[in-house]
């Protein structure tokens, strides 16, 4: 199996508080990962080490190592934006541009020069239809994104990252503000994605993970408590607290 991510030994402060501990993970390619763990205990933050998001915001220190193609990520010779067109990354609350639907995937390419029409196009409805939504857009994608459901906003996001060709797809509970049946769409669509992407996904819903992942990380206080088959996890965990926490005795 192929590995995406190697992180070693990774620590990161918020000023004095340490937010996570001696993080250590294999993440799979091809595969979806999910993170567990009740609020506040470090998901967030280290979906976005893994694209260097934490770089923004001030006072916020990492130490150790994820390795990414045999090259840590932090290092000198890393290319920031490269990173992130590499590994894309989709937000909890829908947040398309207000502008029209092809506008919006056509956003990222556009903003590396990409000017050609014929091209354009053809990235706009190849990543709608990798995104499940072409079918309900196609004969208005000129018109606004907003005006677009929670469901479908969010299956555009999903194309927007799409569009710029990347190898993961970070997503931080990307279905916490849909109802059930856009929650249902999207999580049949990160099972089609898998093949093409190596997903990462934050989840505060236990039957979320055990649905759609390979592979489930429990954190704990900004501590990685158990790594393993998302079967394993779920069924026969190692860990006392994992057993806790999935039983909901806690979080
Ligand atoms: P989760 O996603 O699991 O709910 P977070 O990664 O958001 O947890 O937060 C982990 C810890 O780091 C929490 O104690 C939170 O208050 C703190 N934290 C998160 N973001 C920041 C920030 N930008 N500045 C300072 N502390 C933060
Ligand atoms: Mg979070």
Do not use: W
């Amino acid at each position: 199996m192929e590995t995406c991510f190697k992180v070693k030994d990774l620590n990161l402060y918020y000023g004095e508080k340490q937010a996570l501990k001696k993080i250590q993970m294999n993440i799979y390619k091809n595969k979806v990962t999910a993170f567990i763990g009740p609020s506040g205990c470090g998901k967030s933050t280290f979906l976005r080490c893994l694209n260097r998001m934490n770089d923004l915001i001030e006072g916020c220190k990492i130490d150790g190592l994820i390795d990414k193609d045999g090259i840590d990520i932090y290092s000198s010779k890393t290319d920031i934006v490269d990173l992130r067109t590499k590994v894309g990354m989709v937000f909890q609350k829908p947040n398309p541009f207000p502008m029209s639907i092809f506008d919006n995937v056509a956003y990222g390419p556009r903003c590396q020069g990409l000017k050609d029409k014929k091209k354009l196009d053809e990235i706009v409805v190849k990543s709608l239809k990798q995104a499940a939504l072409y079918d309900e857009v196609s004969d208005r994608l000129h018109e606004s994104a907003l005006g677009l459901s929670g469901g479908q906003q969010q299956r555009l996001c999903i194309a927007r990252c799409i569009a710029m060709e990347p190898e993961v797809i970070l997503m931080d509970e990307p279905t916490s503000a849909l109802d059930p049946i856009a929650t249902a769409k999207i999580e049949e669509l990160i099972e089609q994605l898998k093949e093409k992407y190596t997903i990462i996904i934050v989840t505060h819903s236990m039957q979320q993970a055990s649905r759609i992942s390979d592979y489930t990380a429990f954190f704990l206080l900004g501590e990685v408590i158990e790594f393993d088959n998302t079967k394993t996890i779920f069924s026969t965990p190692t860990d006392k607290r994992t057993e806790d926490y999935i039983t909901g005795r806690f979080g």
